[in-house]
């Protein structure tokens, strides 16, 4: 901390040297299109030399600002896919707006047949920060939601249960449109073809929440950028009558811009899964196997809608985002103990589950933006509330020493309802203003989050299913946390080198409280529980700018991952009674510092990422397992520290003017200490993935896509998940002068994809296998509609 201040203090004291600099500004497009191009190379060079004078990239609107001194030079853009663009100009001391330049698309000629114009899918772009993902690029997605984007998205880990880590890390930030919302709670609820791009930002700056030690996942959602009326409708149906239909209308003049969407998605599933563990209780060896096997009906009706109003220098806007969901799962579950030394069951059952689920979820912002005349000036006010409310009920039939349920009346009839409740409200201001030749970039911003669980629980009679309420095991959990954070960036050019240093500072006020327990399975001193806390998060961005080709960058930010709602409740679930999870009221954030080395090269038709990263992570909050009288508790807990590191490399190559590869390797190694835990809570192991899309252009205009990924076994503190692997197939073809596109989706060609791991500890070991239905067939027709 103290040597991140005196670097800032001295880039201040020193900047006043290059204070004299002149700005040279413009915009980057794509003249077919009409569209901006984002991350675009631009560079200056002296008339007489190969190594630039200073560079940047482009930024998401396509525009660049950059600081030079005045004089003649030779200025280059690049971008993959497209014609460099050369020209000389004069830069001036009141400097130079150079408006807007259109690259060209690159003309190639092979074996005498002319290939103009040739598109080139770029679904991963890396940027300074991370990369971005345009989901429209890869078929695989089409017709899919946003954790399918995800799994095909580098350094990102999508789990059978949809949760997401990236870089091995469990705990991830994700934003909708910049914004903490309550839509991250669910990502399948999200249709990719709602997706305009999703950002991955793996060491963000003090701009952002502390917040994940894995670093921030952005979803930009469409909005309708071109001007005039557009309109897209897009149909898919897949087997087991899967369907998910969606249309977005936009319209977007000088004075204002509106644009909406609905979706419905029926996406029916079956699945099951297989638990087997090994125990030694009182002398005795035990033998515990359970063998589920579910269906799942879920429907989702998503609307978005969103406007934009201009005047002078202002603009105002809305989005929102409506999402109802309505689930009905059925589970059944067999499941046995057996004492090995004499081979008596101990425990037989069968359990039953039926559930319904509704899910309602509100998303909705009110955003200011003012610009000046100095472009590198802005203002930015934002007031956003997102609510997120679940009703879930289950009934469920238990027979007791029987692994058979057909031709017998249940024993006993379990039910429950649970009604949970999120909001998340959000204030924030952003400002950037120039000064000392430099722009610096501060903001205020507070999150207030309330979780609500109420869970009643009741037995039935299996003649008259009458149900009465079970006092013991029902109760009602309330989260509620504030966070109130202030930050400060400083950034600046000088000839070659960008850098950037921040601050942030983040209190955190933190509640919860059980509430209706008239029981003794929670410790008295468990029911509330106050935390308050202040912390400083420092970052730091440099990169240097080699020549046209090459990049260095190198990043650091200390973070922080507060334990949620769940991992804080206390009371255990009982959802099933032979495996039950609880949390921790006492849980402490994990606290990260991350820091990242990387290289970008780009030269034609291939590019290249590499980035070396460390993380140190202290109080590491890991999934611990114990075995009590046959029945395995599962928690979270605090171990000593973690440390990962490991290096990963994104590549973008056109092989031909028919082929392009676009391919993700990492490898990493992990490990954990929980020796304040038990002895036994160390591990270490290496892992690794690799993520390939290749695209081939096949006559009569069709594009075959494959995308495979490979996932190596990881670690946890006890245990680790086993390796994963699939491969998908797409094929498409425009018509109509590509207003129309028809595509076949081939998910899981192989059927190989499914959740496999193993967890070790005192007296015990456990295997278990989770497999979903993966290998289905989608058809996707898309209709775009422009009117000027």
Known sequence: MKYTLILFLSFLILNPVFAQNAIVEGIISDPDSGKVIPFAQVAFYQSDSQSPVTGATTDESGSFNISIEPGDYRMIVSFVGYQDFEQKITVHEGGVNLGDIELSVEEEIMDEVVVEGNEVRRPVMTTMEGMEIKPDETIANVGGTLLDILRNTPSVNVSDDGSVSLRGSGSTNVLIDGRN?????????????????????????????????????????????????????????????????????????????????????????????????????????????????????????????????FWGQNKLS???????????????????????????????Y???????????????????????????????????????????????DIYNNTLEDEGRDPNRIEGSTTDEFRNTSVIQLDYATPVLGGLIETGYKSIFRKFDNDYKY??????????QSYDSISNRFIYQDQIH??????????????????????????????????????????????????????????AYH????????????????????????????????????????????????????????????????????????????????????????????????????????????????????????????????????DESFTNRGLSWYAKVTTDISLPLGINLQFTGNYFAPEIEAQGRDLARYYVDGSLQRYFLNKQLSISASFRDLFDTRNFRGENFGPEFEQTFTRKRETQIILLTASYNLKAD
């Open 350 to 396: 069968v359990r039953n589950n039926n559930e319904t689920e509704q899910n309602y979820t509100y998303d909705n912002a009110l955003i200011y933006e003012r610009d000046f005349d100095d472009k590198d000036k802005f203002f930015r006010a934002l007031a956003s509330v997102s609510i997120r409310d679940q009703v879930e009920n289950q009934k469920i």
């Open 458 to 467: 009741g037995l039935g009679n299996p003649q008259s299913e009458n149900f």
């Open 546 to 677: 080699l020549n046209d080709h090459h990049i260095l960058k190198s990043t650091y930010s200390r973070r922080i991952d507060r334990p949620n709602g769940w991992s804080l409740n206390p009371f255990p679930d009982f959802a099933d009674s032979l495996n039950v999870r609880v949390g921790a009221p006492n849980l402490q954030p994990e606290y990260i510092n991350s820091f990242e080395l990387g290289h970008m090269y780009q030269k034609g038709g291939f590019t290249l990422t590499t980035n070396a990263f460390y993380r140190r992570i202290n109080g590491q909050v890991d999934w611990i397992v114990r075995v009590e009288d046959g029945i395995s508790y599962r928690g979270p807990q605090n171990l000593n520290t973690a440390d990962l590191y490991g290096v990963e490399f994104i590549n973008t190559t056109e092989l031909a003017d028919w082929w392009n590869l676009n391919a993700s390797y990492s490898i990493f190694e992990s490990r954990i200490d929980g020796t304040n835990l």
């Open 318 to 348: 809305i989005e929102g985002v409506f999402n109802t969901e309505d689930e009905s799962d059925y589970e059944s579950s067999k499941a046995f103990i057996q004492n090995l030394d004499n081979d008596e069951f101990s425990t037989r």
């Open 485 to 542: 954070a202030l930050y400060a960036i400083y950034s600046d050019s000088i000839p070659n080198f960008n850098y950037a240093v921040g601050l942030r500072a983040e209190q955190t006020l933190l509640e919860n409280e059980l509430l209706n327990v008239e029981n003794s399975l929670v410790a008295v001193e468990d029911l509330n529980n106050n935390q308050r806390y202040l912390d400083f998060f420092p970052s730091v961005q440099l």
């Open 181 to 309: 919302s309550a839509l991250a709670t669910d990502l399948e609820q999200i249709p990719a073809s709602a997706i305009e791009t999703v950002e991955i930002i793996n060491n963000p700056n003090a701009k952002y929440d502390a917040s994940a030690d894995g670093g921030v996942i952005n979803i930009k959602l469409k909005r309708g950028e071109e001007l005039g009326t557009n309109a897209r409708a897009e149909l898919t149906m897949g087997t087991r009558m899967r369907t998910n239909a969606s249309v977005n209308l936009s319209q977007r003049t000088a004075r204002y811009a509106i644009y909406g969407g609905y979706s419905y998605r029926k996406w029916p599933r079956v699945g099951s899964r297989e638990t087997e563990r090994r125990s030694t209780f009182n002398g005795e060896n035990e033998l515990f196997r359970q063998e589920q096997e579910g269906r799942n009906e879920d429907s989702e009706h998503t609307v978005n809608y969103g406007g934009d109003y």
